[in-house]
T-cell receptor, first 114, second 112 residues
Framework: DGGITQSPKYLFRKEGQNVTLSCEQN?????MYWYRQDPGQGLRLIYY???????QKGDIAEGYSVSREKKESFPLTVTSAQKNPTAFYLC?????????????FGQGTRLTVV | DQQVKQNSPSLSVQEGRISILNCDYT??????FLWYKKYPAEGPTFLIS?????DKNEDGRFTVFLNKSAKHLSLHIVPSQPGDSAVYFC???????????FGKGTSLLVTP
């Protein structure tokens, strides 16, 4: 079954700790994305990657870091510099080539800072 | 600065009637528009899309209309069903190499 897998579904972190959210896809997609959802805020872009070993900052990249060492994996690290990390995090992927392609989303990770 | 705007946070419609969800955008570079449906604690699922070379795209009960001059698009659901109750996100892209920009969503409630 092809798809995008995010793990874990729920994650608790103490203040001051870094935490890494996993995102894996077996769709052979070139492009991958991380979005954050807060109540009433919609989906805001954190980082995206169009190709392996390359990524760009989105609208709210501060306090986050990513890597893209493999085509199928795009982990997101929420660092202690992120002032308001409690949110629902969504990973997505798309073919990445061609003009008109939709993004497919994982089931999300709910991060709570305690 | 929000480039994709959904000005109605919520909408309530009776089963069998038409649901109309609206979306406005400000970036004239956007040329591909999508609607996603989302349930709580789940990822969004793709619903329907339209490219800027068209003004209408239909898929079953779902139709998206695009008015480029007004920078406005709308999603029509006919007839609405209780299972359509969800948050609907409008998204736009400037093409290959660009990430999707999302609106804040409209929560649709279809009542029996």
């Amino acid at each position: 079954d092809g798809g995008i897998t995010q793990s874990p579904k729920y994650l608790f972190r103490k203040e001051g700790q870094n935490v890494t959210l996993s995102c894996e896809q077996n769709l052979n997609h070139d492009a991958m994305y991380w979005y954050r959802q807060d109540p009433g805020q919609g989906l805001r872009l954190i980082y995206y990657s169009q190709i392996v070993n390359d990524f760009q900052k989105g609208d709210i990249a501060e306090g986050y870091s990513v890597s893209r060492e493999k085509k199928e994996s795009f982990p997101l690290t929420v660092t202690s510099a992120q002032k308001n990390p409690t949110a629902f995090y969504l990973c997505a992927s798309s073919i990445g080539t061609g003009d008109y392609t939709e993004a497919f989303f994982g089931q999300g990770t709910r991060l709570t800072v305690v | 600065d929000q480039q994709v705007k959904q000005n109605s946070p919520s909408l309530s419609v009776q089963e069998g009637r038409i649901s109309i969800l609206n979306c406005d955008y400000t970036n004239s570079m956007f040329d591909y528009f999508l609607w996603y449906k989302k349930y709580p604690a789940e990822g969004p699922t793709f619903l329907i899309s339209i490219s800027s070379i068209k003004d209408k795209n239909e898929d079953g009960r779902f139709t998206v209309f695009l008015n480029k001059s007004a920078k406005h698009l709308s999603l029509h659901i006919v007839p609405s069903q209780p299972g359509d109750s969800a948050v609907y996100f409008c998204a736009a892209s400037a093409g290959s190499g660009y990430a999707l920009n999302f609106g804040k969503g409209t929560s649709l409630l279809v009542t029996p």
